[in-house]
């Protein structure tokens, strides 16, 4: 019911017998339900009269081809706002999600894509999600005290302040995500995996071993660095030596993926390094931080991300500092990062993680697989 008491219909459920028959439409009012008039009916007593409902089913097509894959965890049964929570769909990190209706501005409709002929669900839009984000922000950091969080005013007007000034900063310094539209292809190989993870996780240890064993399948990118060659070291062996100038030029044309100084010198990963090894039908091995997702994550370096998690911290375990370190370390990187993973291993026994490791790539290359729709288009 509206503001004027009148019964507006706000929402159809896709999959649902209003939606089959495709005789009501968002918008439309409703006056009368088997003859009896519905002003001044209640909620309620409207919800009773709707559901001695005789109608008749129509087939009704519908070919929707959006799915998205969810970058954060979402349980309707823990949302204030959401209009209905027994309709909403609750999803994780990384789920497959069919988008079905975009109609309305606040929740979505979509249903999640292993479940086979099941009716859509409420989620949150990406618009909404980004405001509930930033505004628990703003609480929590109390950098606009004044600022009313209210999504819902008492009149449910349009929110087209939202996006004020005021608002502009918070907005700004969040890395926001909410959903990442992907398509579905045909098995392919990945040309990079990248192990994400902790410092002292393990990494290094993981990439020696996988390249040890499959010298013909797995090479590292050999870095460049400024420094002078030690005696008896060879170009191009361990590191490719540069000048200074040099390096700093190639920088500022972003021809590095990552780099940093140690003992006066500058060590980094060419991009080209990288490329070279993909020409020889190899995959490439990176262990890298997070950021360098940003120019990895395209189809020409086709990563499979995978994060090494810190071991299991077990009742009786002696916890020194590092330990903890790791831990605190690796659930931070987790719970930042963890909608760029495609895959994630605990190191427990190194046996273990280089044999989930060899199985994950062998799978991924003979499987289809979601990738990111800029992936393709």
Request: net charge negative; proline share 4%.
């Amino acid at each position: 019911m509206n503001d004027l008491n009148h019964c507006i219909v706000a929402r159809i459920m896709h999959g649902g017998m209003i939606h089959r028959q495709g005789t009501l439409h968002v918008g439309d009012e409703i006056r009368e339900i088997n003859g009896i008039s519905v002003a001044n009916q209640t909620v309620e007593q409207l919800q009773k009269m709707l559901f001695t409902l005789s109608l008749t089913v129509k087939h009704h097509l519908f070919h929707p081809q959006i799915f998205v894959r969810a970058q954060f965890e979402y349980d309707p049964a823990k949302d204030d706002l959401i209009p209905c929570k027994e309709a909403g769909i609750r999803f994780r990190v990384g789920d497959i999600i069919q988008i079905i209706s975009k109609d309305d501005h606040n929740w979505w409709q979509g249903k999640l894509e292993n479940t086979k002929n099941g009716t859509a669900g409420l989620i949150p839009s990406p618009e909404l999600q980004e405001w509930r984000v930033a505004c628990i922000a703003m609480e929590k950091t109390k950098q606009e005290q004044q600022a009313s969080c209210t999504w819902f005013g008492k009149k449910k007007k349009q929110y087209k302040d939202k996006y004020l000034a005021k608002h502009n900063a918070v907005f700004d310094q969040l890395d926001l995500v909410t959903y990442e539209e992907v398509v579905k292809l045909p098995a392919f190989k990945r040309k990079t995996l990248v192990l994400l993870g902790a410092h002292g996780v393990g990494r290094r240890h993981i990439k020696n071993t996988l390249i040890a064993k499959h010298p013909d399948r797995f090479a590292y990118p050999i870095p460049h660095t400024t420094r002078p060659p030690k005696k008896d070291e060879e170009n191009g062996k361990n590191y490719y030596f540069v000048s200074h100038d040099q390096m700093m030029q190639d920088i500022s044309n972003n021809e590095y993926l990552e780099y940093g100084s140690h003992e006066d010198a500058m060590y980094g990963t060419r991009l080209e390094t990288i490329r070279k090894i993909h020409e020889q039908g190899m995959v490439s091995i990176l262990d890298v931080e997070p950021q360098a997702l940003k120019v990895l994550r395209t189809i020409e370096f086709a990563p499979y991300v995978v994060f090494i998690a810190a071991p299991t911290i077990t009742p009786g375990m002696n916890e020194d500092e590092s330990l903890q370190r790791l831990q605190k370390e690796s659930e931070a990187l987790q719970k930042s990062y963890a909608h760029y993973f495609d895959m994630t291993i605990i190191n427990n026994e190194i046996d273990d993680t280089i044999r989930l490791l060899e199985e994950a790539i062998d799978l991924v290359s003979t499987t289809a697989q979601w990738v990111p729709v800029s992936w393709v288009y």
